[in-house]
Each structure stands twice: as structure tokens, then as C-alpha cells.
């Protein structure tokens, strides 16, 4: 299902994201290895939002991590893309979905996006 996803343009993530998925879940990453190009995004006005999402949002970062976070990252694609931004946090200032709350962005958990695929496991 994700990789028809994928294949339609429908799921976006960045590279960030990859990193995180490597480290704490290798088999995913494997799995999604060969379809990276396809839907991890690259782009200036990305990298643009980032800032901009880092500004408005200075919690959502930690400036003294040699790991940046993926959180403003995705926040920001969901902007410049207009996408649904898939998180399992809790709605509190600091984590994506209050950010998104706060941009007019949608958000929701990833049992709540398979749900609206209509996927069945």
C-alpha cells in the first residue's frame, strides 16, 4: 500500500525522516531503500519553510543535538506542499501537531491515515 502511495505522489517525506527510520527500524528501512528517490523531497523552497518553521517554532528544535530533528522538516513539507503531516504526537506546544494546529495544516495519526486509505491489513 505505501509503495502505491508513493507511486501516486501521495506520500512525502524528507531525508531526515530516512535517517530516523535507519536507525531506530532497519527492516522499514530496507524495505523503503529502493523507493527513496521517489518520495523523499529535496527542494529550495523546502529548505526555505525550514527556516521559517524553526523561527516561528524555536521549541520544535534542539540546538545542542548533533542530530537535528525531523519535526520542523516535515512541518514545513506539509506547508510548502500542502500534504497531511502524519504524526503519532500529542497535540502540545513543541510537537508537530500543534505546529501544524498553528499553520492551518492538516494532521493526523498513522491509524488515522490507513484508515482514509481504507487499508486492511
Known amino acids: 500500500m505505501l509503495t502505491t502511495m508513493i507511486d501516486a505522489g501521495r506520500l512525502k517525506t524528507v531525508a531526515l525522516v530516512m535517517d530516523e527510520v535507519s536507525r531506530h527500524d532497519p527492516p522499514a528501512f530496507e524495505r523503503l531503500s529502493p523507493v527513496r528517490a521517489r ?11 525550514v527556516g521559517r518553521i524553526y523561527r516561528g517554532f524555536p521549541q520544535m528544535s534542539r540546538p545542542l543535538s548533533p542530530r537535528p530533528k525531523a519535526d520542523p522538516w516535515l512541518v514545513a513539507l ?12 500529542a497535540n502540545r506546544p513543541g510537537k ?17 491515515m490507513l484508515a482514509q486509505e481504507r487499508f486492511e491489513p
Open 39 to 49: 518520495f523523499v523531497v529535496h527542494d529550495t523552497e523546502l529548505l526555505e519553510a
Open 78 to 89: 506539509g506547508r510548502v506542499r500542502s500534504l497531511t503531516v502524519v504524526t503519532e504526537e
Open 96 to 112: 508537530i501537531p500543534h505546529a501544524c494546529q498553528q499553520l492551518g495544516l492538516q494532521c493526523c495519526t498513522l491509524s488515522q
